[in-house]
């Protein structure tokens, strides 16, 4: 669970931080139950990726919330995004570019499942939720541009997998289309329950 250093001692957490991290916990339970996950289903919940930034060092790299055996990795956030904007959340970004691009094996691959609930009253129902997260992670992909074709192009897997036989060039062209157009290809990671 986040709100640890590495050896293992506590972090002083503010109480919107523990509210936060109890609501992903109960998000994280109640979407294992539905998908009807096993224990042998599960590679690692709150582990490190296996690849990180280049640069610092392996116990600096992100951490992801669940990984299932087939690869596939779901980020939890119990959020008010209609409030504070994803774009204001560094950490956030950072572990999407610099954990998730550099790790999954294609777009598939990941699901980041915002909770409904904290959406509810200012977005009102889950289909204009949903849009609205869109329009949000547009903003940080426009904003991000760069690192995110860097984090993509530095992960060959992901590159052949979702690009296959486009040249850099091609695939930082093909990347600012589905960014400028919400085109599923890229955004359909986002869910909202």
């Given at each position: 669970m986040r709100g640890r250093t590495n050896s293992g001692a506590s972090t002083t957490l503010n109480m919107d931080d523990l509210i936060t991290q109890l609501d992903e916990?109960?998000?994280?339970?109640?979407?294992?139950?539905?998908?009807?996950?096993?224990?042998t289903d599960v590679v690692a919940m709150g582990s490190k990726f296996d690849v990180g930034k280049p640069g610092i060092s392996s116990n600096q790299f992100k951490e992801y919330d669940l990984r299932l055996?087939?690869?596939i990795y779901t980020e939890y956030k119990n959020v008010d995004f209609v409030s504070n904007a994803?774009?204001?959340?560094?950490?956030?970004?950072?572990?999407?570019?610099?954990?998730y691009l550099r790790n999954i094996e294609s777009f598939d691959k990941i699901q980041w499942k915002a909770g409904f609930d904290k959406l509810r009253n200012g977005w009102g129902d889950i289909d204009n939720a949903l849009l609205e997260m869109k329009k949000q992670w547009k903003t940080v992909f426009e904003e991000n541009f760069d690192d995110v074709v860097d984090s993509i192009l530095s992960n060959s897997s992901l590159k052949q997998n979702s690009f296959t036989g486009l040249n850099d060039v091609q695939i930082r062209a093909a990347l600012e289309n589905w960014v400028a157009?919400?085109?599923?290809?890229?955004y359909k990671f986002i869910k909202v329950e």
């Open positions: 916990v109960h998000q994280t339970i109640r979407d294992l139950a539905k998908r009807d996950l096993k224990n055996i087939d690869n994803l774009k204001n959340r560094t950490q956030s970004i950072d572990q999407f570019i610099n954990g157009t919400t085109d599923d290809a890229l």
